[in-house]
Structure formats: structure tokens, C-alpha cells
């Protein structure tokens, strides 16, 4: 008998059903991933049988042979405090913030019913996951501690009270991407040592790969198809699975063909931006010290790290949108001012696109007006006619077609909203592009498809691109080259492929290993 | 739609009736009628009575809410203006000169304005100017911090930069990027410090430092009604329970645009 | 938590000192005013403001004597009330007034939070609709029309309650209290319960009846504290409102506070007289803010550190 089984399971919210037939099975000691886009209901899948989200759940659920779906809240609730943890999303918000780290590790421990622990005993679960100065720690409130360290203390927690079952919902898609590898493996290891049962849920594929047992792909409230993890990834039977599958950038796949690069366009020696410290302290905060790159005309390179590793700031200040404090920055040849002191001509040479699709439109402009815009100031010569023509042929280029022109952001999906942003980018022929994490923040099929039509404008137009990203595979897809950074440095370059195979700097590793 | 916005109707049918009813009575609200001192309500042409000196009590109630409604539309104007051109010059220039700003509205946050306004009154006299310009800055202080954090907000936002990187000049972009994107907001706060300002201007005309005869206000109606409650409990009920209903109504519907636009 | 303290003394010290300078220099402006010489005044008042002002020195030197008297509680004598100095007018005055906003705000902490609570945990159902409702009246109610409405019920309709002056014993603190309560009372029900609405919906919410914790527990152990926190940010305007609607409540009920004498003054143009209550109130209120940003950081510990 499995650990923890569903069958036939519905979850409805106000008289909607919005998880419809779903069947799955988690085995002890073993882990079950559910893979499918926001809005594919698998959050309400994990979390609704057991009394934790606004939804009801039905049909056959049984914990360990007790049936949920007959089970009153409070015999819910006992089942909650006894049989399962939890870890959630955002380890920022997800614990007391006037409670000390320990009180509330205190808290977890004795909710089944277990005598009070000592302060070793609450030291020791601390180291176990991999946090140090663990009895500091115990008299500490969250916001002391790192996101990184915050979800440690939720695991920490979560298996206080050694329970039968773990559900995790999104333990990592909000930590830093170098962190992503390290908590896997830890909860790995904890559902090794102590026989639990792992319940995963998560947007990207490729960070449960090598460690789920079973994978599950959710699509619209309905399970696509099931199996173990490593048959469904390599022959996936539905087609849903196949572009789902052949979406999430993986760095197993075949190599890119990218177009051929041309002459030096962009460099920067020695480049640095520091920013004063906030209120009246003294003293700066260096955000990214000694940076130089070199880019080439139709090439794409790749700037990779962590968050605070300065990748943001480096793309800001090639895109004049950021400041520059040292060094200079050299486009073929001649010197580029930063950003207050460019000229216009200087600024079309340029143009961003940003990592929040939505956020980058003015919510209430038109979609032509907003693609149009650079073309107001860059090229004072054209007349309106010509704008207009102009933006229609930036959207075609995009594969949106016209009735897109008097849409309002709000009505857009995040890669159409995307696609209005890259549109607006090209509108003034630019050469070349910075994208700051410009597909983090979608979907894996929509994420996918902004690749692809970044790689032809690169192909058709012989554009150039400067792609900041946490995620080195999707990176791998577009780029010749690629830069990883960490905190402010650059620590390693060079050919994407020769970086990927033979990384020498642990940042790289890390990111390589979260990928 | 209509439900949601029933605060707005006793709102509306007051300010009407108020601007009707000049034109619709035969007493202006300080004409005496000697023949009529403390009528009782419904007597003859005085439909709520007359006061202690005569004079017809709706014609006063009219004329009070219009004096009170029209300061604390002024008055309100003044906190908007002041507040939003505080708040969005600390909010966009940021930095340094911001917490030196927000410093000021903090440790003027603490203080005590009602008594400082009328430090000021009793210094410089009652004028009526002085009453719209002190009761403002009374409430200024809110709308500068709220138009600040949405500016500081908005100067972040990815759709700010690109205009920048689209070459879109500093005056256009607070034109026509962020003035449209702050007007919600502070149409809500602007709802909620007009109930405030009446409640300044009511006190202020009760304790006979705020408007000064012959106008009246609904201030001055209520001292006159309590002065004289044991006699005419009317005198204080009408004036006293029409400040309370547009007072509620207000603040309904100022929450109610605070919390769409929040 | 030191930090915090140091940096709102260091905000609160110049505040304070421009408070008293602008008072200062707003007196010797002020037209018709002691130093105008419009008004013809006694020659032992006169004597008396020459000898504190000491009117044939430098301005500066003026205004140094003016700050050091202060600072020793020397408020310069009343211009109205010819026998008392400015000092001993709010050694009078301020018990009383301390008293009544002193009671206010406990009355109205403690209805407020509790109907706040109460309405919060039966968010959407008619009683939590009621209680909102009636909150809201009681903000919009202001004390000069409530505290003369009480008086007329009371106590010249019922006669329960007296209508002005101190007596022995405390029944008339009872109206004039209620009075000044009531519009706080609704503003923290308000607070109080779209804090623990907005609370009950966050993460760590739901982390702990991830644990199975029971709701009582949760409420009281997770929740209670940060809904908490607008109330504290409150109170330090609370206060300034309080001693606002004391100046009514006073004047009302005929009680000899000081916001009484605050107002007699300003009728009046007692300048020492209204100079000496804004200070004091503006010091007060400081220290008051003071108060609430330590019971803010016990509530919230991320605001420790200032």
C-alpha cells in the first residue's frame, strides 16, 4: 500500500471545479514531483486535501489508510499535526516574524505531542540542514536570516515531529539559483535517512529531473500523464508532455546553431558601479567592480549568476538605464558616455528588455503607443505616417498581429506582454539588445518561445544580445559565449559550451548543478 | 455599481438642496422675523422654527453646510496640491534630498497642528484665507507620504526605464507616466481629507476661531445649539446630526476609493 | 533598540527647539500684541515682561534667556490671568486634562481592540458588517457634537451625571471621557480588525496551521502581534487627537484643564499663555511618539533597529 495515495481526486472553489480526476501515489521513501504552468492547479493538488488552501477536496484521498475525504476538520487538523510537514513557496514570509527561530523550531517539535527539546537538541536539527552557528541562530528572528537560510530553518521545521509524509510546494523557484542544487539534495538526503515520503510540486522540470521518483504533468486542472520521472522525460506519450518536455531548456540537449559573429561592437574595460549606502552611513556598497567584456557583432553573451551578483547592474549600465561609477565603456572603438550624459543617437544603439513582462508596460498606454515610443524621440525625423508603419512591421516581427495595436497591457498574456516589450526594443533598430532575465518570469512554453524568436531576430536582423540570466541552460540555447558572475566579479568566460563542460570556479558548478 | 456607491446619494442630495434652497426660500439665513423668536418647528414659513434671535433655523443650516462644504473643498485642494507636489519632488529625486523631506513630514507628523494653526489665527487674526491655507496644512502630511511611496514605486517600475532608454525627456516621463499612474491614489486620500478638514473647520468655528460672523458654519450652528440645548434641543440635533451623516458618508466612500486604488 | 530611541531623540530635540523659536519669534510679531505697545498695559506687567523678556536686550540674547527659562519650566507670566504666572496655570490645568485623555485612550484601546478581534475572526458575517458599520459612525462623530449631546441626555434630561465642573468622586469624568473616547474607540476597532483581516491572509499563517495548531493558538500566538501594529502607529496621532478633543470636551463641561485655559487664551491673545500649552503639548506629543515607536518595536521586531 503506498504511503499516500489519490484517486479520482477533485478540488472546487466556490462552486468551480478546478482540479478535475487526478490520480497519483507517493511511496515511502521515495519522491513524487507534479510538473505543470501556474494555473495548472498543481498548488491546489498538494495542499487542499489536508485542509490548507480555500478549496474543497473530493473523491479517494488516504494518508497512511486514513481516508481524508471522509475526515472532519479536526481530524484533519490532527493529521496535520502528526503525519505530514510542510515547506512552502516564499521562505521570506512563510514564518513568524515576532517569533525567534527557535521558539518557533520549539513549536514544530512538540506539535505532536513530544516533550519539551533542549537547545542542543534544536542546535543539532539546525546543523542537520546544513545551517551553521546554529545556536546563534535559535535566538535570532527571520528577518536576520538569508532566504537560503530561511528555508532551511521551514525544512528544519518541517520534519521536527518526524513526519510520515513531506509536501513541498515550490521549495526553490524563490531562492537564488545557486542555492537551488543544495536544497534538493538536502531534502534528498532527509528522505533517505528518515524513510519519508516526498511530495514536490514545481513550474520547471529540469529542477526536479534526478530527483523525483514518479512525475506527474498537470496542465489545466487535469493530470496529463504520469509515470516514473525518467520514462516520461525521455518517450513522453502526450503531446502536452512532448512540448513541455522540449521547452524546459536542459543542458543534456543538443548544442545550439547559431549565425557566425562579426566584427568588435561593444566593449568595457575595468568597468564598476558603487552606490552610497542608504540613510547616513558612511561608506559604499560595491555592486560590480573591474568588469570587462567584449562582445561581437551578431553575438549573443551570456552574463549568468546569482542574485547581488552585479549581472543586472552590468547589463543597466551598458543599456544607459544604470549608473557607472570606473571604467569606461567602448562601443566600436569611441567611447559611450553613461547614462545621463548619452545623446540620443547614442541611446538608439541600445534598448532593454526586463524580466517582468507586465511591469514594463505602462498599464495605461495602448500597446502602439508604447511600442511607438521610442521612435518619438530617436528618430525626430520621421512623421507620423511613418512611425505607424514602422510599429506595425516592429509587431510583425514579433508575431503579433495588428488588432494587438489598441490592446492595454492588463488584457495580455506575460509572453505577448514580452513580445510587445522585445517589439518595442527593435522598433528603432537597435544594435543590440540587453534582455535582463527576460524569460524568468514565464512560463516554460511561453519562456521557450521567446528563445526561439530571439534567435531569429538574431538570425534575420544580425542582432546582438546581451542575455542576463540565472538559468546557464535556457542561456545555452541563444548564446555564443557566456560570463558568470558573483558578488560584483566576473569569475569566469568563455565559450558557452567549453564553460559548460569544464567549469573551474564553484559559482559556475553551482549554477551549472541548479540547471 | 449603483449599490456600491449609496454613501454618495445623502451626499448628493444635501449639496443640492443646499444650493437650492436660497432660491427656494423666503428667509436668507440672517434675517430676523420679530414676530418669530424661538417658533418651534413647523410654524408658519419657519419649517424647523427660529432661533433664539429669530432667525429661521433651515435657512441657517443651508447657508452653514455651504460655508463648511466650501472650506473643506478648498481646504482639501490646498493639502492635495502641497502634498502631491511634496511628495512626487522627494519621490522622484530620491536619494538624499528625499530623507531630508520626509524627514520634515515625519517630525512634523508629530506635532500638534490644530493648536499651531490657531497659534497661528491668534497671531495673525481671522481671516478667512488664513482659515482655507492653516486647515490645509493640517492634512497635507498623508498625501505627501502616500504620493511619495507611489512615486518611489513607480520610478522602479521597468516601464519607467524603458521610456528613459526610449529617450523620452524627464518632464514627459512624470507627465505622462506617473501623474496618470499616482491619480487614483490620491483621488481616494483626497475623499478622506475632506471629511478631516470639516471636522478641523467645525472645531475651529466652535471655539469661535474659525469662521467669523455673519457667515456661519455648521461649527458655529452646533455652539449655538449646545449654548442654547436646554431650551431648543433642536437647535443642536439638526445641525449636529447633519455634520455626523456627511461626515459618515465621506469617509464610506472615501475608504471605499482607498481600497480599489490601494 | 537603542539605536531607535537615539534616533528619535535626535529628530525630536530640533523639532522641539524650532517649535519654541518659531513660538519666540511669533510673539514679538505678533501685531496687537504685548510688544506692540498698542495696548497700553499696567505698569507692574509691564515691569514683569520687561524683566523676562528683558526687552532692551539684543534679540538673540532674548531669545537665550526665552529658551533657558523654559527650559527651567519658566513660562513668562499670563496676560490675562494677572495673578499667575504661565506655570502655575498648567500646574492647574494639566492633571485634569492628563487625566481625561489618559482614561480616554485606555476606554477606547480597550473597546476598540476587542470589537476589532471580535469582528475579524467572523470576517464577511453580519456581525463583523455591524460592528464595522457602527465604527465608522463613531469616527465621523465629533466630540463638540457628542459631548453636548451627552450633557443634554444625561444630564439635564436624566439627570444622572453632572454637567460641568469637578466634583468629589468620579462621576464627572464619565461623560466627558465617553465623549473623547468614542471616535478613537472606532478608529481602532478599524485598525485593529483590517490588521488581523490582512494578517490571518499571510504565509506564516498558513505555515502554522500547516502544524495543526489550533485557531485560538494561532491567533493569539502568530496573529495577534503584527495585527497589532497599525494600532501602534496610531496611537502617537491618537494622541495628538485626544488633546484636541480635550480643548471641547473641556469647554463643554466647564472642567478647568488646560485645554480650557488653552482656549481662553487664544480668545484672548494670552500669548505666554498659548505659546507656554503649544510647547508643552508639542513636547508631550514627541514623547508620547516615543512611547509608541517602542511598543511598534516590541510588536515588530523588524523595526528594532531604527
Redesign the interface.
Same mark, same amino acid.
Given at each position: 500500500m503506498s504511503l499516500y495515495e489519490n484517486r479520482n481526486m477533485a478540488v472546487t472553489i466556490a462552486g468551480n471545479r478546478l482540479v478535475e480526476d487526478v490520480s497519483l501515489k507517493v511511496e515511502a521513501g521515495h519522491c513524487t514531483a507534479i510538473v505543470g504552468a501556474s494555473g495548472s492547479g498543481k498548488s491546489l493538488t498538494c495542499l487542499s486535501p489536508f485542509g490548507l488552501t480555500s478549496g474543497v477536496a473530493s473523491g479517494t484521498m488516504l494518508l497512511d489508510g486514513i481516508d481524508l475525504g471522509r475526515a472532519g476538520s479536526d481530524q484533519i487538523r490532527d493529521v496535520r499535526r502528526r503525519l505530514t510537514g510542510f515547506i512552502f513557496q516564499q521562505p521570506l514570509t512563510a514564518l513568524t516574524p515576532h517569533l525567534t527561530v527557535g521558539t518557533q523550531l520549539q513549536e514544530a517539535t512538540m506539535q505532536a505531542g513530544s516533550a519539551r527539546p533542549s537547545r542542543r537538541e534544536l542546535a543539532r536539527k539546525l546543523e542537520r540542514v546544513g545551517l551553521s552557528r546554529a545556536d546563534e541562530r535559535l535566538d535570532q528572528f527571520p528577518h536576520r536570516l538569508s532566504g537560503g537560510e530561511r528555508q532551511r530553518v521551514m525544512i528544519a521545521a518541517a520534519i521536527a515531529h518526524d513526519p510520515r509524509l513531506l509536501v513541498a510546494d515550490e521549495p526553490t523557484s524563490a531562492l537564488d539559483a545557486s542555492l537551488r542544487a543544495e536544497i534538493m539534495v538536502l531534502l534528498d538526503e532527509l528522505r533517505a535517512e528518515k524513510g519519508l515520503g516526498l511530495l514536490l510540486v514545481s513550474h520547471d522540470l529540469a529542477s526536479v529531473e534526478g530527483h523525483a521518483d514518479q512525475l506527474v504533468v498537470m496542465d489545466r486542472g487535469a493530470v496529463v500523464e504520469r509515470g516514473p520521472a525518467r520514462q516520461v522525460i525521455a518517450d513522453p506519450e502526450e503531446d502536452y508532455t512532448r512540448r513541455l518536455v522540449a521547452a524546459t531548456p536542459r543542458l543534456q540537449e543538443p548544442a545550439p546553431v547559431l549565425s557566425r559573429p562579426g566584427q568588435i561592437l561593444l566593449e568595457t574595460r575595468g568597468l564598476g558601479v558603487a552606490f552610497d549606502r542608504p540613510g547616513w552611513r558612511r561608506g559604499k556598497i560595491r555592486a560590480l567592480a573591474d568588469a570587462s567584456i567584449m562582445l561581437r557583432q551578431g553575438e549573443s553573451l551570456a552574463i549568468v549568476g546569482g542574485s547581488g551578483s552585479g549581472k543586472s547592474t552590468l547589463g543597466r549600465a551598458i543599456a544607459g538605464i544604470g549608473p557607472v561609477t570606473e571604467g569606461e565603456i567602448l562601443w566600436q572603438g569611441a567611447a559611450l558616455p553613461e547614462r545621463r550624459n548619452r545623446s540620443l543617437e547614442m541611446r538608439g544603439l541600445v534598448q532593454p528588455v526586463f524580466q517582468d513582462p507586465v511591469a514594463s508596460l505602462d498599464p495605461h498606454w495602448q500597446v502602439g503607443d508604447i511600442v511607438a515610443e521610442p521612435l518619438r524621440y530617436l528618430r525626430p525625423d520621421l512623421t507620423q505616417a511613418d512611425r505607424i508603419e514602422m510599429t506595425r512591421r516592429a509587431l510583425s516581427d514579433v508575431d503579433l498581429a495588428e488588432e494587438f495595436l489598441t490592446r492595454l497591457p492588463a488584457s495580455l498574456s506575460g509572453g505577448q506582454a514580452q513580445r510587445v516589450a522585445i517589439a518595442r526594443a527593435i522598433v528603432a533598430s537597435p544594435q543590440l539588445l540587453v534582455l535582463d532575465e527576460a524569460t524568468s518570469a514565464l512560463d516554460p512554453l511561453a519562456g521557450a518561445e521567446i528563445l526561439k524568436l530571439l534567435v531569429r531576430l538574431q538570425g534575420e536582423n544580425g542582432l546582438s544580445l546581451l542575455f542576463i540570466s540565472h538559468d546557464i541552460a535556457a542561456a545555452r540555447r541563444l548564446c555564443h559565449r557566456v560570463v558568470v558572475m558573483e558578488e560584483g566579479l566576473i569569475v569566469e568566460a568563455g565559450e558557452m559550451q567549453e564553460v559548460i563542460d569544464h567549469p573551474r570556479y564553484p559559482a559556475t558548478q553551482k549554477l551549472i548543478a541548479a540547471s | 455599481m449603483l449599490k456600491s456607491h449609496l454613501a454618495l446619494f445623502p451626499l448628493l442630495a444635501i449639496v443640492t438642496l443646499v444650493l437650492l434652497l436660497p432660491f427656494l426660500l423666503p428667509w436668507s439665513y440672517d434675517q430676523i422675523d420679530w414676530d418669530a423668536v424661538r417658533a418651534p418647528a413647523f410654524s408658519g414659513s419657519h419649517l424647523f422654527g427660529t432661533d433664539e434671535i429669530g432667525r429661521d433655523r433651515l435657512a441657517r443650516l443651508a447657508a452653514g453646510t455651504r460655508i463648511t462644504l466650501m472650506v473643506a473643498v478648498a481646504a482639501a485642494l490646498v493639502s492635495l496640491i502641497v502634498g502631491i507636489a511634496w511628495g512626487a519632488t522627494a519621490g522622484w529625486i530620491g536619494?538624499r534630498v528625499d530623507?531630508a523631506m520626509m524627514?520634515i513630514v515625519?517630525?512634523?507628523?508629530?506635532?500638534?497642528? *490644530? %493648536?499651531?494653526v490657531?497659534?497661528? *489665527?491668534?497671531? %495673525?487674526?481671522r481671516s478667512i484665507l488664513l482659515v482655507f491655507v492653516g486647515i490645509g496644512l493640517v492634512e497635507w502630511l498623508t498625501m505627501a507620504r502616500v504620493v511619495r511611496g507611489q512615486v518611489m514605486a513607480l520610478k522602479q517600475? !521597468?516601464?519607467i526605464?524603458?521610456?528613459?532608454?526610449? @529617450? &523620452? !525627456?524627464s518632464t514627459v516621463i512624470l507627465l505622462r507616466?506617473i501623474l !496618470?499612474?499616482i491619480a487614483g491614489v490620491a483621488l481616494a486620500y483626497l475623499m478622506l481629507t475632506v !471629511?478631516q478638514v470639516v471636522?478641523v473647520e467645525? %472645531?475651529l468655528s466652535?471655539?469661535?476661531?474659525g469662521v467669523q460672523e455673519p457667515l456661519t458654519s455648521l @461649527?458655529i450652528l452646533?455652539?449655538e @445649539?449646545?449654548d442654547d *440645548?436646554?431650551m431648543t434641543?433642536l437647535g443642536?440635533?439638526l445641525p449636529?446630526g447633519l455634520?455626523?451623516v456627511i461626515?459618515?458618508c465621506l &469617509?464610506?466612500e472615501g475608504?471605499r476609493l482607498r481600497d480599489r486604488f490601494s | 533598540m537603542l539605536a531607535l530611541i537615539t534616533r528619535r531623540l535626535m529628530t525630536a530635540i530640533p523639532t522641539l527647539l524650532v517649535i519654541i523659536l518659531a513660538s519666540f519669534f511669533l510673539m514679538r510679531l505678533a501685531p496687537g500684541g504685548p510688544f506692540d505697545g498698542e495696548r497700553p498695559l499696567d505698569p507692574e506687567t509691564q515691569a514683569a515682561l520687561q524683566q523676562s523678556y528683558g526687552l532692551d536686550r539684543p534679540l538673540w540674547e532674548q531669545a537665550w534667556l526665552y529658551i533657558s527659562r523654559l527650559a527651567q519650566g519658566d513660562f513668562g507670566p499670563s496676560l490675562v490671568y494677572r495673578d499667575f504666572t504661565v506655570s502655575e496655570l498648567i500646574a492647574q490645568g494639566l492633571p485634569i486634562s492628563l487625566t481625561l485623555g489618559g482614561l480616554a485612550i485606555v476606554l477606547a484601546l480597550m473597546i476598540g481592540v476587542t470589537s476589532g478581534l471580535f469582528a475579524a475572526v467572523r470576517a464577511g458575517m453580519a456581525a463583523d458588517k455591524t460592528i464595522m458599520m457602527l465604527a465608522t459612525v463613531a469616527t465621523a462623530l465629533p466630540t463638540f457634537v457628542t459631548g453636548p449631546a451627552l450633557a443634554l441626555f444625561f444630564g439635564l434630561w436624566l439627570g444622572l451625571l453632572p454637567v460641568s465642573g469637578t466634583s468629589d468622586g468620579g462621576a464627572w469624568l464619565i461623560m466627558p471621557v465617553v465623549a473623547l473616547a468614542l471616535p478613537v474607540s472606532g478608529a481602532i476597532a478599524k485598525l485593529t480588525r483590517a490588521g488581523l483581516a490582512s494578517v490571518l491572509k499571510q504565509d506564516h499563517i498558513r505555515t502554522a496551521r500547516a502544524r495543526g495548531l489550533s485557531e485560538t493558538k494561532i491567533l493569539f500566538k502568530h496573529g495577534l502581534r503584527p495585527a497589532l501594529v497599525p494600532v501602534a502607529s496610531y496611537l502617537g496621532p491618537a494622541a495628538a487627537g485626544l488633546l484636541t478633543g480635550a480643548v471641547v470636551v473641556e469647554t463643554v463641561f466647564g472642567l478647568p484643564g488646560l485645554g480650557r485655559y488653552f482656549v481662553q487664551g487664544a480668545l484672548n491673545r494670552d500669548y505666554p499663555l498659548v505659546l507656554g500649552v503649544v510647547t508643552l503639548y508639542a513636547a508631550l506629543i514627541i514623547l508620547f511618539n516615543l512611547f509608541a515607536d517602542l511598543i511598534y518595536g516590541w510588536l515588530d521586531p523588524r523595526m528594532r533597529e531604527g
Open positions: - | 536619494g530623507e524627514r515625519d517630525g512634523l507628523y508629530a506635532l500638534p497642528f *490644530m %493648536f499651531i490657531i497659534l497661528l *489665527m491668534v497671531v %495673525f487674526g517600475r !521597468p516601464f526605464l524603458a521610456a528613459e532608454a526610449a @529617450g &523620452t !525627456p507616466h !496618470p499612474n !471629511p471636522m467645525s %472645531f466652535f471655539l469661535g476661531l @461649527g452646533v455652539k @445649539g449646545a *440645548m436646554d434641543p443642536l440635533a449636529g455634520l455626523v461626515l459618515v &469617509t464610506i475608504e | -
